[in-house]
């Protein structure tokens, strides 16, 4: 079983300054919502709401299409349907074993239940072998699918995640990422987490609400909010290092003509026209070498000389001087080596008229 959540007309005062205004937030049954933001845009405090682990000052809270009223029996009555996972795992200073039993036992199963239902959540995420172990034991992978199976022993209907994975290494985090995708797809649980891994919001998210300064300023797919987002703010919070001010031109149906101020013309299928900031993502740019035989056809091309090289997650960030325009590329080691791109060498840079989004811009940019 799962819960569908909603708030409305929600705000959270705190030293007398407002650090969460929503007119309206839905989770349906079943969904996967990521909430991003930048520090201190009230993504926690949300999840402490939404969990009813705080109460707002004004506006309701639905579960399930009921109004929650914050009284003791009401609150615990719908908190026996939810689980919360922090980013610390906050154990008790027992085993393994009881840190899992503990919300069981404090909510009366019998000792057989709780038994089945420990065994089961400990066996699913691989630290059966751990029953025995107090907190102090175990690495931070460990501790944190320790906190895991604490809260889906409980078999909630919403689960909510204050960057569980945030304290914890590269591979750890990607192995314990890949076993809740699988726990939320089979049990379709509810959930709402929080976090500053955008690589993390494809993977698990089906939706994402995107919050700055306490306000919700976009909800959409992934893809919507790291390809298309709605402000210069959020585009730069979702990692578009380019970003140029510029005027479009819409000519007919076709790809819409960009004029930046540096001089270059972009082509792009978003459709806007007047002063725009022109935004590109730096991975979805191709680097050739000048003497490359098959350029992409109906892409804009750019040439330029490369700057500087350095990694970044993995791949590496590539600086492109390319006249008077700082171009910024994320591109593979082998892909690098294969153009036999290095620092000085001049290159091509190519990307499809629909990686290039469009947000308006100010009336000052008309001076081109």
Known sequence: MSLSLRVQNLEVVKG??????LKELEVKEGEVLALIGPNGAGKSTLLMVLSLLEKPGKGEVFFAGQRVFYRRDELLRWRRRLAVVFQEPLLLNTSVFANVAAGLRFRGLPRREIK?????WLHLLGIAHLAGRRPHELSGGEAQRVSLARALALEPEALFLDEPFASLDAPTRLNLLYELKEILRQTGITAVFVTHDFTELPFLAHRVAALIS???VQVGSPEEILNHPSSL???????VSNIFPG???L???GPVRVELASGQRFL?????SGPVNVCLRPEEIVLWSPGAATLPKK??????????ILPQSGLQRVELDCGGLTLLALVSTPALKQAQIQVGAQVMASFSPHAVHLIPGSAHHKML
């Open 16 to 21: 007398g300054r407002s650090v969460l205004a």
């Open 116 to 120: 089945e239902r420990v065994e089961k």
């Open 214 to 216: 306490g306000r919700l």
């Open 233 to 239: 703010e959020l585009a730069r919070l979702v990692g």
């Open 247 to 249: 005027v479009a031109h």
């Open 251 to 253: 000519d007919g149906s």
């Open 268 to 272: 792009s299928c978003c459709r806007a």
């Open 299 to 308: 892409a804009n091309i750019l040439p330029g000389r490369v700057v500087r």
